[in-house]
């Protein structure tokens, strides 16, 4: 199994399937962990970051986690692989671009649910995904995972303060509980901001598709705690199953229905403009695509739009990024070519003209 | 029709209407001139890392700190300075917690609505107590020093000292 295997699929993030997919795209837990009588991968030295990662490789390539495990080698792979690995988020791009050359990997379970980033910010960074409202799920695979490491590795740890992390704002649980969530309804009515601010009084990060700095792309957004200490994991989960991912759904819906009910015209405008483009452009820009799928998702969630289903505009969602256009095409295009190859293939995927 | 943004092309997207001294005073501005003039909060642009990075500073009263800083502050076991924690926001290493603990407890506490102690999941397994940890971590160190001294002798026997320790902890 290589990592050309994992590129002709969606991915199990993108699936679009699971509770709550009309909102929810995917649910994904992280730990973090570092091995005890090490320092913190930016201090150690290239020998210590070189056994860790060896120490980790045992542990995690192993028959106990998944039958198959994909093990990349980051510090010598090519730009492609990694930018590919960034867009079907299984690692950061932060561990995609490796400061100071270290030494660093990521080992991935067959089935792409798990992923476990060496020698990032941490040791490890453990992370499970998957489609749709099921962070219980998550959060259970994770500890599985979690448990059969620690019965081989030490890892880093005080009674006071839990899990040591480079970052003190990892420490405790080292646990980052996120939900990516599909909200242009809120976006249409401009509510978002309002319930940006209310997550931040609730302790709670908001980013974009891809982190910091992509706010704006697809409707999507990642709303992620920030408190990982003094609080249980189970405390943590629940907060997010019973009242944010609720609530942030909630006004989603009536937004959707608001604009239905009071805007139901310019609501269609946006959702057949958008399928027009798709289905007519010889050109598309990512944040375009972007954006136009955002619209057209909504349609078909809505039922206004039965063209196509959901599971071809979420494969749609990944298949136009840069990286996986170029493995679907096997070529290496310049930016202007990109655009031109991205509108083809959603003409084609769509019935377009 | 669509008001523009009182200081660019943009479409404005925050109204402001004030009342002063009986004369109405509107203000319409994109999103970037209403964080700007402080009409409303610009929503997640700065790099996490920064944030923390300028709340450290903030409050750890970092003037004051930069005129005492001096060697006796790096950490004993990775060299890390509180100045070097506060320019990238990461610790070197497990003792950095203590070394720094003065200084650190009351940013965590910040950091993580108040809390101070851990009250989740442990490993299951007690694993290497503080102290083998810690012995570890200097010896592995010393021998990186070793290493680099080219003291081959001495890196030999340091190589052998962490496989006795791993074994016994193992």
């Known amino acids: 199994m290589t990592l050309r295997h994992i590129t002709d699929r969606a991915g199990e993030w993108l699936r679009g399937e699971g509770p709550r997919s009309d909102v929810v795209i995917s649910s994904r837990v992280r730990l973090a962990r570092n091995l005890a009588g090490y320092p913190f991968v930016s201090k150690a030295g290239r020998r210590q970051q070189f056994e860790v ?11 106990r986690l998944a039958d198959e495990v994909i093990w990349v080698d980051l510090s010598d792979s090519p730009a492609m692989d ?23 990997a990521v080992a991935i379970g067959s089935d792409e649910t798990w992923a476990v980033m060496v020698n990032e910010e941490d040791h490890m960074r453990l992370q499970v995904l998957r489609s749709g409202m099921q962070l219980g799920d998550a959060y259970a695979q994770a500890q599985r995972i979690d448990d059969v490491l620690e019965e081989k590795l030490d890892f880093s740890f005080s009674r006071r303060f839990g899990y040591l992390t480079a970052c003190p704002t990892n420490v405790g649980t ?13 976006v249409i009515s401009r509510e978002i901001e309002k319930v940006k601010r209310a997550a931040r009084d609730m302790h709670l990060a908001v980013r974009g598709l891809f982190g910091e700095g992509s706010e704006h792309l697809g409707d999507l957004f990642q709303v992620s705690n920030q408190t990982t200490l003094g609080k249980a994991e189970e405390e943590i989960l629940s907060e997010f199953e019973h009242t944010v991912v609720p609530n942030i759904i909630e006004y989603e819906n ?3 229905q608001a604009l239905a009910r009071q805007r139901s015209a310019l609501l269609d405008d946006k959702i057949w403009r958008a399928w027009g483009v798709l289905t007519h452009a010889r050109a598309l820009a990512t944040d375009e695509l972007l954006q136009m799928l955002s619209h057209v998702r909504l349609g078909v969630n809505l039922g206004r739009l039965t063209e196509i289903d959901i599971r071809t505009v979420n494969e749609l969602f990944l ?5 996986h256009l170029q493995a679907v095409l096997q070529e290496d295009l310049d930016p202007a070519a990109r655009r031109v190859a991205r509108a083809d293939l959603v003409r084609r995927k769509l019935g377009g003209h | 029709m669509k008001k523009k943004c009182d200081q660019c092309d943009r479409p404005a997207t925050h109204h402001a209407i004030e009342i002063v001294a009986g004369e109405k005073i509107e203000t319409h501005l994109c999103d970037y001139h209403a964080a700007e003039s402080g009409l409303s909060v610009k929503a997640g642009h700065t790099p996490i890392n920064q944030l923390l990075t300028n709340f450290v500073k903030v409050h750890s009263g970092a003037q004051k700190q930069e005129d005492q800083e001096t060697s006796e502050d790096a950490c004993e076991d990775c060299g890390t300075t509180f100045a070097a924690f506060r320019e990238s926001s990461l610790l070197g290493c497990p003792t950095c917690y203590t070394t720094f603990d003065e200084r650190l407890s009351p940013l965590i506490a910040r950091a993580h609505e108040g809390a101070r102690r ?5 490993p299951r397994r007690a694993g290497v107590g503080h102290r083998r940890q810690l012995q570890l971590t200097r010896m592995r160190r010393r021998l990186d020093e070793a290493v680099q ?22």
């Open chain 1, 53 to 63: 990662l060896e120490r980790c490789r045992e542990q995690v390539v192993s028959k």
């Open chain 1, 82 to 104: 990694r930018q590919l690995l960034v867009e079907r988020h299984l690692i950061s791009r932060q561990h995609a671009a490796g400061e100071n050359k270290t030494p660093r």
């Open chain 1, 174 to 186: 080292g646990l980052r509980v996120s939900v990516m969530m599909h909200l242009p309804g809120l």
């Open chain 1, 254 to 256: 009536q937004a959707r």
């Open chain 1, 319 to 323: 298949l136009s990024q840069p990286a």
């Open chain 2, 118 to 122: 851990h009250v989740g999941k442990a």
């Open chain 2, 149 to 170: 001294a080219e003291d081959y002798e001495l890196a030999a026997r340091l190589r052998d000292d962490i496989g006795q320790l791993e074994q016994e902890t193992a």
